[in-house]
């Protein structure tokens, strides 16, 4: 069955490795009957988690910047796939952005994948 593919390239550098194998993969997938949208972090602003926990009452972050809307496409998406260069034995910092360095989104995605069951 079709599934809502995001495919999220975290190489800042151009022409990366990591767009590059984001790329084939959506070549892949897209052939497969999924639909793909690819978003690159290359050209994206998206600043560090204040812990100021407003989030938790507004359910959304109060900065306002890129992660918001990537934010909207990660709880839109069925599969996410990270394409990320490898720094010091693990995912690179800018890799851990959208997920990981606001509070906001990973509330908003646990609270949707209990709703989702
Ligand atoms: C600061 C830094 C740290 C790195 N650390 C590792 C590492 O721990 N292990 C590894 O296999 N490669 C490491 N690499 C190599 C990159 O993961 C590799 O060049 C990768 O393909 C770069 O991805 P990109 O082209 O998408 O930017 C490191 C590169 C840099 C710049």
Known sequence: MAK??????????ANSN??????????GAREAGNEVECVTLKDKTIGFCKGCLACQKLGRCVIDDDANDITEKLLDAEV????????YYEMSGQSKLP????LSVSRRLSADHRRRG
């Open 4 to 13: 809502k593919v995001l495919i999220i390239s975290t190489s800042i550098r």
């Open 18 to 27: 990591s767009e590059i194998l984001a790329a084939a993969f959506a070549d």
């Open 80 to 87: 996410v796939v990270w394409a990320t260069p490898i720094y």
């Open 99 to 102: 997920l990981f360095a606001r």
